[in-house]
């Protein structure tokens, strides 16, 4: 068990030493370029409400490398921990159920709350900065911007080049063991094996962690963005808003720290409460007794912070928030439906498999589409539920009419998403049990261990697929609420929500250009990380076909297989192959805005953000309902393992693997990206046009 974890650990910290490595690189390119951004001479300081409202400059630049730090070091800590909790998880499974099932939960908590803390000590620690070398707390939210879209730069290359890697080494492992070679799954014998078992980590931790990492920090800046120009709406309207200081409004902008501070609290004693009662108890129904003590303590946290910071007359918060955590339990219950193997849509892609792969890979990929429908009801009705608590009906029907009302609408849509994500330290702990019992799975397997510590670690790792594929849900919603509220946030800093006819103007041919390149951008990013991942497959598969070729003792069990050598294979081509669409979203946003201008992005920003909403869903949940359709063939139905249907469903296993693996979950760092890189340089957009186009 030892020699085998030893490897697993070796290979993932080699990889993410060298993928730090190529994004720190990329990271002091950008931040030196934002250092020497002049600031515009006729705005010294920033503030909210006005054109010249923020700079970039040393502050910006600062900002982003802390950003990006942070969630390197979230993504090192929450890999750390997994490759050394998966031996003990397969150690722990000698001793029973429970025991296994506490460490390999524990070592997904570390992870949980590792994403979440340094999020929290990053931006606090910046506004402490900040506040004590003498800036206003107003603009103190505009100025650590870079902070956000720090994290969403190194959460796009961690997501996408851990994607890569996994889903090229799974493929690789599913193609030429299972159906060419016809060995089981994690077997010994197989030389992609190690890799596959290294990429869970680097995909399914760490990148993972970085994706809800830049969650929690854009959510966390764009409300606090919000908190602050509340005083500018209301003073411009000469409104008033009980319980908000106008002058200094810290309490509301520091409001989303002290509740995600709850939500940590809360996690930490929901953990006490995942145990496994008796041997055959199921996993999943633990680790969702932890989740449901979680949110019920994270909404009490959520109503004294309400109460405490805002006032009692502004309870209304707290139901926005109520309507985040139901969205967030009714997107669980949408993603269950959709990929678990006893529902109907999953038992129809292996019912179609029994005539092919091709009937099978159909109807998955038809699953995925239908399965847009539910969420986005579910999303768009969270906004709009949210939205009329914290407005009332007048600004939902005509928010230009009411300017204040509308503002408290949109902090409304804040606190929903704030409610969503009040439960993610429990989320990213349930995300991470997955990997780490798939690993202990497999060092279980490939070690030789009894039949019964098979039978606890496949049982753990069948419960570890489902939080896995519902926390991809639960990272989509979460992309789809933190966009509302980061565009909310661009229109205020880009200068875009005032004026007679406030918002962005389709019918402008500039922005509707902005609109169609934001839908391309999807569309083609998709297809380079998609692409990625069958080219890297592709070399791997040659490797392994002539390892088993030219070392025939492999299959005897006599020879050891070369896994360096695939894990290598991987690594380069991940770090490689990341690079391209990674400077594609980065780049064209800046381009269209500085061609363009600032309206245009928003366009870009609103069809990128509806594109990659529905493509990141179809992609997620098409592929997870393929691979558990392969799952529910290998459990001994429809000819089980061996027979023509199980080969038909793995090969529509690995057609869904690069879709919900690597592209699907790159989306949601996308969607985010677009908002906090936009949100960040909206300064140089808005300067660029006013000065050079004279517009």
């Known amino acids: 068990m030892r020699e085998i974890a030893a490897a697993i650990r070796e290979g993932a910290e080699a990889y993410l030493a060298r993928q730090y490595r190529t994004i720190s690189v990329i990271a002091v390119i950008f931040a030196v370029v934002f250092a020497i951004v002049i600031k515009d001479p006729n705005c010294p300081t920033p503030s909210v409400g006005h054109t010249c409202n923020a700079w970039l400059g040393p502050e ?48 997904g908590m570390v992870f949980g709350l590792a994403v979440v803390c340094m999020s929290l000590l990053g931006i606090s620690g910046l506004f402490s900065l900040f506040y004590f070398v003498g800036y206003s707390v107003i603009t103190i939210p505009l100025i650590i911007i870079g902070f956000g879209f720090g994290a969403s730069f190194s959460a796009l290359f961690a997501q996408l080049g851990g994607g890569i890697y996994t889903k090229a080494a799974d493929m690789t492992a599913d193609l030429v063991g299972k159906v060419e070679a016809g060995i089981p799954e994690d077997d010994a014998r197989n030389p992609a094996v190690v890799a596959d078992l290294v990429g869970d980590n680097v995909g399914d931790i760490a990148g993972r962690g970085a994706d809800l990492f830049e969650s929690i920090t854009g959510e966390n800046i764009g409300a606090m963005i919000l908190g602050a120009g509340l005083g500018a709406i209301l003073a411009t309207n000469n409104a008033s808003l009980a319980g908000y200081d106008i002058n200094n409004p810290i309490n509301w902008i520091l409001f989303p720290l002290v509740a995600r501070s709850f939500g940590l609290i809360a996690a930490i004693v929901g953990m006490f409460f995942v145990s496994a009662k008796g041997k055959n108890a199921n996993p999943f129904r633990s680790l969702v007794r932890g989740l449901i003590v979680t949110a019920v303590l994270a909404m009490i946290g959520f109503y004294i912070a309400t109460v405490w910071l805002l006032g009692g007359a502004n309870v209304k918060y707290f139901y926005a928030a109520l309507t985040g955590v139901v969205a967030a339990v009714m997107i669980t219950w949408i993603t269950d439906y959709y990929t678990d193997y006893t529902k109907p849509p999953t038992l129809g892609i292996a019912k179609a498999a029994e005539s092919g792969a091709a009937p099978g890979v159909a109807t998955g990929l038809a699953v995925g589409m239908e399965s847009t429908g539910f969420f986005i009801l579910v999303i768009g009705g969270a906004i709009l539920v949210s939205f009329l608590l914290g407005g009332g009906l007048a600004a939902l029907t005509n928010p230009f009419a009411h300017p204040v009302d509308a503002a408290q609408g949109v902090y409304g849509t804040a606190i ?253 760092v996308v969607v985010k990206l677009l908002n906090t890189i936009t949100l960040a340089l909206a300064p140089l957009f808005l300067l660029f046009l006013l000065k050079y186009l004279g517009g």
């Open 416 to 668: 929903a998403t704030m409610g969503m994500l009040s439960v993610t330290p429990m989320i990213l702990a349930m995300d991470g049990f997955g990997p780490i019992t798939d690993n202990a799975a497999g060092i279980v397997e490939m070690s030789g261990s009894p039949q019964e510590q098979r039978d606890i670690t496949d049982l753990m790792d069948s419960a570890g697929n489902t939080t896995k594929a519902l926390t991809k849900g639960y990272g989509v919603a979460s992309a789809a609420l933190s966009a509302f509220l980061l565009f909310s946030a661009f229109l205020e800093v880009a200068g875009l929500s005032t004026g007679p006819f406030p918002g962005v103007n389709l019918a402008k041919p500039t922005v509707f250009v902005g609109g169609l390149i934001g839908a391309m951008l999807i569309f083609a990013f998709s297809a380079l990380a998609v692409k990625a991942v069958g080219k890297t497959a592709a070399h791997m598969i040659q490797e392994v076909r002539r390892q088993f070729r030219e070392i025939p003792g492999i299959m005897a069990g006599t020879a050891k297989p070369d896994y360096g050598r695939s894990v290598d294979i991987s690594t380069r081509a991940a770090l490689r192959n990341m690079i391209a669409p990674s400077l594609l979203v980065v780049l064209t946003p800046i381009i269209v805005g500085l061609v363009l201008g600032p309206e245009a992005i928003g366009a870009l920003l609103m069809v990128g953000t509806v594109a990659g909403v529905l493509m990141a869903l179809f992609m997620n949940n098409g592929g997870g309902a393929m691979d558990n359709a392969k799952k529910y063939v290998e459990a001994g139905n429809l000819g089980g393992k061996g027979s023509p249907t199980h080969a038909a469903t793995v090969i529509g296993d690995t057609v869904g693997d690069p879709l919900k693996d690597t592209a699907g979950p790159s989306l949601h």
């Open 60 to 107: 910006t630049s600062l900002g982003f490398i802390v950003g990006a730090l942070c969630s390197n070091l979230a993504g090192y800590i929450a890999m750390y921990i997994s490759v050394r909790s998966n031996v003990r998880t397969a150690s722990a499974s000698m001793k029973g159920l429970d025991s296994a099932l506490k460490v390999a939960f524990r070592g």
